[in-house]
């Protein structure tokens, strides 16, 4: 008789969340193949079996994620889309590619929000990016660290420092100071702008 499965026992077996699953099954990835009085899930472990590749994990995607700080850099961000896009095909990998347009300072960015989730449902399989600072300016390590724990592999295709780091720190900072300052002072007051200037020279000195 084959085995039937809660939707807990059958997310432990793929190595997905419960969330995954009910996810799948909106996507008529895996839908259960009986559902009981109460309409609780059951899954027939047969059914699950052909999902299943390497040590009981589901096969899982690639994606490529791409990011620049401001919305002047929109050509740089379809270039870097680029480079990824001919990279993971050159490796033969299906794959996506998730972005960002904003400071890499910011942990509240859609795309980036998006890509953790991925990785903590097991979605994810491998994280292809251009430069280490892409994923975050400080902070990248937290990310690669629920990578290692998830078994996500990360491809960094440049090793070498960004050479735009510079650059885009200097406008994560004004971002702030700008954010920051309009919420102190409001952003038509004249005092506002006269910090905001202020700050802005001195961070473009500091970065010549």
């Known amino acids: 008789m084959d085995k039937l499965l809660n939707i807990s026992q059958a997310a432990n077996v793929l190595g997905v969340s419960e969330s995954t699953l009910r996810r799948w099954e909106t996507e008529g990835r895996l839908v259960p193949d009986e559902r009981t009085a109460g309409g609780q899930r059951r899954y027939k472990l047969s059914s699950i079996r052909p999902q299943m590749k390497h040590g009981d994990k589901l096969e899982r995607k690639t994606v490529a994620y791409a990011r620049v700080s401001s919305h002047d850099q929109k050509a740089d961000l379809e270039r870097q889309k680029q480079v990824l896009e001919l990279y993971c095909a050159s490796q033969g990998w299906t794959f996506e ?3 960002d347009l904003g400071s890499g300072i910011n942990y509240n ?7 953790i989730q991925a990785i903590i449902d097991n979605d994810v399989g491998r994280l292809v990016i251009t430069h280490k600072d892409r994923l975050l300016r400080f ?8 990578c290692e724990a998830k078994q996500v592999e990360v491809v960094i295709i440049n090793q070498g420092e960004d050479s735009t780091f510079e650059e885009d720190l200097a406008k994560d900072v004004l971002e702030i100071i700008t954010v920051f300052s309009a919420r102190l002072y ?3 007051s004249r005092k506002n702008q006269k910090l905001i200037d202020g700050m802005t020279k001195a961070v473009e000195d500091s970065s010549k």
């Open 97 to 99: 590619v998730m972005s």
């Open 139 to 146: 902070g990248a390590e937290l990310i690669f660290s629920i």
């Open 186 to 188: 409001g952003s038509r």
């Open 109 to 115: 960015k859609k795309g980036l929000k998006a890509l």
